[in-house]
T-cell receptor, first 112, second 113 residues
Framework: QKEVEQNSGPLSVPEGAIASLNCTYS??????FFWYRQYSGKSPELIMF????GDKEDGRFTAQLNKASQYVSLLIRDSQPSDSATYLC????????????FGKGTLLTVNP | DTAVSQTPKYLVTQMGNDKSIKCEQN?????MYWYKQDSKKFLKIMFS???????INETVPNRFSPKSPDKAHLNLHINSLELGDSAVYFC????????????FGAGSRLTVL
């Protein structure tokens, strides 16, 4: 069973701080990694994806991938109350790009 | 203009009934999906179709039957509903060239009484 694990939280940070969200995966052959954000009562929406080891930055968001450790993270700089949501990590396995396996999500609360 | 639209948004029904959820996408994507999100927010894939062909069929009771009349539509029919079927069902689509980025519909919340 291929698994994606996330700390369920809730993770609470003050406004302006850096929020760090973590995800580990069991399938060593996984190829691509995604972070989705889901507001309460809404559908998931893509924040960013990453393929290669290292960092990928997009505005206030940075995804970090370490395939050797089977670990992917999302950093949110200058956190805003509007970032309060559940963050879902998703992984596409080797040879199964169609199938994304999601973690259970981490609930982030940014306090004003 | 909604990219992935699902209907209905809410369904409330009794155990044993049959219900359907419809999904349409206007993004020109080749691949469509049904995901189930339970009360603990766990999002799990159920089915996927690529150009009307079933390519993913997870361990789902055969009371669930997807149908894709064309690549822009994917419907889900559920027979003999059970309490455990209560969940939010999300339709999604993607173009699987490079990154498989899913675009989700707004979800259909099914409550079985």
């Amino acid at each position: 069973q291929k698994e994606v694990e996330q700390n369920s939280g809730p993770l609470s940070v003050p406004e302006g701080a850096i929020a760090s969200l973590n995800c580990t995966y069991s399938d060593r052959g996984s190829q691509s990694f995604f972070w989705y954000r889901q507001y309460s009562g809404k559908s998931p929406e893509l924040i960013m994806f990453i393929y290669s080891n290292g960092d990928k930055e997009d505005g206030r968001f940075t995804a970090q991938l370490n395939k050797a450790s089977q670990y992917v993270s999302l950093l949110i700089r200058d956190s805003q109350p509007s970032d309060s949501a559940t963050y879902l990590c998703a992984v596409a396995g080797q040879g199964s790009n169609y199938k994304l396996t999601f973690g259970k999500g981490t609930l982030l609360t940014v306090n004003p | 203009d909604t990219a992935v639209s699902q209907t209905p948004k809410y369904l409330v029904t009794q155990m044993g009934n049959d219900k359907s959820i419809k999904c349409e996408q206007n993004l020109g994507h080749d691949t469509m999906y049904w995901y189930k999100q339970d009360s603990k927010k766990f999002l799990k894939i159920m089915f996927s179709y690529n150009n009307k062909e079933l390519i993913i069929n997870e361990t789902v009771p055969n009371r669930f039957s997807p149908k894709s009349p064309d690549k822009a539509h994917l419907n889900l029919h559920i027979n003999s509903l059970e309490l455990g079927d209560s969940a939010v069902y999300f339709c999604a689509s993607s173009q699987v060239t490079g990154a498989n980025v899913l675009t989700f519909g707004a979800g259909s919340r099914l409550t079985v009484l």
